[in-house]
C-alpha cells in the first residue's frame, strides 16, 4: 500500500491563483515581501526582540530614578529693526539683515562679559555643594563610587601636570556658557533664553540677570561717551569763573574791573554751553543708538514642572528599545543564509521551484545518511532446543 505523497506548501506555489488583495498587500507582494514572511520573521525573532526591549526599558527606568529632577526656566525677546521706538513706515530690509542682527544679539547674550557678570551678581561660584542624601539604592550608590572615581582621576592627572587646574570661578562661568541656551524660534526674529538646573528658583534668577545683564550689555556698547567731555569743559569753566570772581572782589582800578567783569561774561557764556551739551549727551546716552531695538516679551517665571518626567523616559525607553531590537533582528536576518521557504530558494537563484518534500524524520534519517541501506542478508536457522525430559517418565 503506498503512502499518500504529502501535500506542497502553498506559499512555494509559483503559478498559485492571484487572490484579491489590498493595495497594502500589493505592494508588499510586489517588493517580494509577503504578510507570511513577515509573521516568519516575528516568530523568529520574537525571543531576541522581547529581550532587547525589555532590558532597554529597565535601564532606562532606571536612569530615570536615578537621575535628580531637573527644571527649565524660559524668557522671551524680541529683537527689532530701528531705533525705540520703532516707527513701522520706516523702509526695511528684513529679507537681508533680520538673520544677521538676530545672530549678533545671540552672540552678545552667549558672551564670556555676560555670564561673568551673572556669576558675580549671583555668587554661582559660592553656591554650596550639593550634599548627598543617606541612601541604600544600589544604583546610587554604584553611581557615587564613579563620580567619586573619575574625581579621583581628574585630580591625580592635575597633581601629574597633564591638565590645567581650572580656578571654581572660571569652572562657573563655562558652566553657565555651557548650560544657557539660546534659540531663535522657526520663521521668528525672537530669542529664546532657556536654562536649566535642579532648584527651580535659581533657574528663573539665573535667566532673569541674564537678560538684565544683557540689556546693561548693550547701552554700554552703544553707548555715546560725548557727555563725559562736556562735563569736564564745564568743570574746568567752573574753576575758571570762581576765580574771576574772586580776582574781581580783590579788584579797585576801572580798568581792570571792566577787563574781569567781560572775562566772566564770557565765562559764564562758555558755562551754559557746555552745561547744555551735557545735559543732551546724557539723554542721548540714555536713549539707545543702535539700529536694532531689543524688547522683553516674557520674564522668566519659576518652573513648577520637571523638565522630564520618569514616565516619559520609561515610555522613550520602551520605544527605543522596541526599534533597537527590531534593527537587530533585520541585521541577523539579512546575513542569514537558511533557506526555510521554497520561495527564498526561487527568489535567491531565479529559477522555478519544481517541487518540495516536508522535512520529516524520514527525510532526516536520508540526509544523515550517505547511500542506500545495507540489504539483509539470509536469516539463520534456528536450531530447536533440547526439550526438558516429562517428570512421569523419569519418576517410572
Do not use: C
Not at 489590498?22 to 505592494?27: E, L, R
Not at 559660592?126 to 557615587?144: D, E, H, S
Not at 546724557?282 to 516674557?298: F, G, H, K, Q, T
Amino acid at each position: 500500500m503506498g503512502a499518500t505523497p504529502d501535500k506542497p506548501n502553498s506559499g512555494a506555489a509559483a503559478s498559485a491563483p492571484a487572490r484579491s488583495a489590498s493595495p497594502s498587500a500589493a505592494a508588499l507582494a510586489a517588493d517580494g515581501t509577503s504578510f507570511r514572511d513577515l509573521t516568519r520573521f516575528a516568530f523568529k525573532h520574537m525571543i531576541l526582540i522581547a529581550l532587547v526591549t525589555i532590558l532597554v526599558t529597565a535601564a532606562a527606568s532606571g536612569l530615570a530614578m536615578v537621575l535628580p529632577a531637573s527644571y527649565t526656566a524660559n524668557g522671551m525677546l524680541l529683537v527689532e529693526y530701528g531705533k525705540s521706538p520703532t516707527i513701522r513706515s520706516e523702509p526695511t530690509t528684513w529679507p537681508l539683515q533680520s538673520a544677521e542682527m538676530v545672530e549678533t544679539e545671540s552672540e552678545v547674550l552667549k558672551s564670556r562679559s555676560v555670564a561673568e557678570a551673572v556669576v558675580d551678581k549671583l555668587q554661582l561660584d559660592k553656591l554650596p555643594q550639593k550634599l548627598r542624601k543617606p541612601t541604600t539604592n544600589q544604583v546610587k550608590l554604584a553611581l557615587y563610587k564613579v563620580q567619586d572615581f573619575v574625581k579621583d582621576v581628574q585630580e591625580q592627572l592635575m597633581d601629574w601636570n597633564l591638565t590645567s587646574r581650572i580656578p571654581r570661578h572660571e569652572k562657573a562661568i563655562r558652566a553657565l556658557q555651557s548650560s544657557l541656551k539660546i534659540k531663535q524660534p522657526a520663521l521668528t526674529v525672537m530669542l529664546k533664553v532657556t536654562y536649566s538646573a535642579q532648584d527651580p528658583v535659581l533657574a528663573e534668577r539665573v535667566v532673569r540677570t541674564v537678560i538684565d545683564t544683557y540689556l546693561e550689555k548693550r547701552r554700554e556698547i552703544y553707548a555715546d561717551d560725548t557727555a563725559s567731555f562736556f562735563l569736564q569743559r564745564a568743570e574746568e569753566t567752573q574753576k575758571e569763573l570762581d576765580q574771576a570772581r574772586e580776582a574781581l572782589t580783590r579788584e579797585t582800578e576801572q580798568p581792570q574791573t571792566d577787563r574781569i567783569k567781560l572775562q566772566i561774561r564770557a565765562l559764564e557764556a562758555s558755562y551754559l554751553f557746555y552745561k547744555e551739551k551735557y545735559d543732551r549727551g546724557r539723554s542721548d546716552a540714555a536713549a539707545d543708538r543702535s539700529l536694532v531695538n531689543v524688547r522683553v516679551v516674557d520674564y522668566p517665571r519659576v518652573p513648577e514642572v520637571r523638565t522630564l518626567d520618569p514616565l516619559v523616559v520609561m515610555i522613550l525607553g520602551l520605544v527605543g528599545g522596541f526599534v533597537l531590537a527590531v534593527g537587530l533582528a533585520l541585521v541577523l536576518e539579512y546575513f542569514d543564509n537558511t533557506v526555510y521557504m521554497p520561495s527564498d530558494l526561487s527568489r535567491r537563484l531565479d529559477v522555478p521551484v519544481l517541487g518540495s518534500v516536508r522535512h520529516t524524520n524520514g527525510a532526516r534519517w536520508l540526509l544523515r545518511t550517505r547511500g542506500p541501506r545495507p540489504a539483509k542478508g539470509p536469516k539463520k536457522p534456528q536450531t530447536p532446543k533440547p526439550s526438558k525430559p516429562d517428570a512421569t517418565a523419569a519418576a517410572g
